[in-house]
């Protein structure tokens, strides 16, 4: 499974932006996909989670991003409203794929989102 991510850039507080997560590869085998980000001198932390139609989010993001799959497109999507300055950090995908009997995480290369205040 081979992830790529775009739609990242800089935007002003209270923008929003659309991330974009192309899956392709042996995609039938995916059960669970994930936005994770990463801060400059923080660890990776999980923004959302998407499985089988089920969503869950991080609570610094709930009510403002939404994670949706276009199964069609084998892509995932982050839909993210009304930005803070703390939302800025490099966003990956990562896809939970069943593998040998075992579940596989697959990472994309990551995104950057810059909001300014």
């Known amino acids: 499974v081979q992830l790529v991510e775009s739609g990242g850039g800089l935007v002003q507080a209270g923008d929003s932006l659309r991330l974009s997560c192309a899956a392709s590869?042996?995609?039938?085998?995916?059960?669970?996909m994930a936005w994770y980000r990463q801060a400059p001198g923080k660890q990776r932390e999980l923004v959302a989670t998407i499985a089988g139609g089920t969503t869950n989010y991080a609570a610094s993001v709930k009510g403002r991003f939404t994670i949706s799959v276009d199964v069609a497109k084998n892509t995932m999507y982050l839909q993210m409203n009304s930005l803070k300055p703390e939302d800025t950090a490099a966003y990956y995908c990562?896809?939970?794929?069943?593998?040998?009997?075992?579940?596989?995480?697959?990472w994309g290369q990551g995104t950057q989102v810059t909001v300014s205040s």
């Open positions: 990562s896809a939970g794929a069943l593998a040998s009997g075992e579940i596989v995480t697959y």
């Open positions: 590869g042996s995609t039938f085998k995916i059960n669970t």
